[in-house]
């Protein structure tokens, strides 16, 4: 577990990142049970950002040396991601869309 000192650091990204897997993870859920395959590549992006998004704790969570590197990397699949579920009006990708936007937000702050 990180240190209280790294917790206070890197609280707003971890949870930004935290929250973006859940609704990455929902928004691919939802997208896979709609069947539409207009929705396939939301689904996709989904899964992707959702992976890069744990990583993303992880990392932060270790105070790993490469963290900034990769909240770089995390911003750019987050910003495809909210542009993929921006393409729908449907709740969940509207709430995944404002989701990966914040995580974006974190993850460019980190990376300087």
Do not use: P
Not at 39 to 52: G, I, N, S
Not at 83 to 89: I, P, R, S, V, Y
């Amino acid at each position: 577990m990180a240190s209280e000192l790294t917790e206070a650091r890197f609280r707003g990204a971890l949870d930004a990142l935290s929250e973006c897997v859940q609704t990455c993870t929902a928004c691919a859920n939802e997208c896979i049970r709609g069947v539409d395959a207009s929705m396939v590549e939301c689904a996709r992006l989904c899964l992707d950002c959702a992976q890069v998004c744990a990583t993303g704790v992880r990392l932060l969570a270790a105070d790993s040396s490469v963290y900034r590197q990769y909240c770089g990397l995390c911003a750019v699949i987050c910003e495809a991601c909210a542009a993929e579920c921006g393409k729908f009006d449907i709740e969940h990708c509207r709430i995944c869309a404002e989701a990966c936007r914040r995580c974006a937000e974190e993850c460019r702050q980190l990376a300087g």
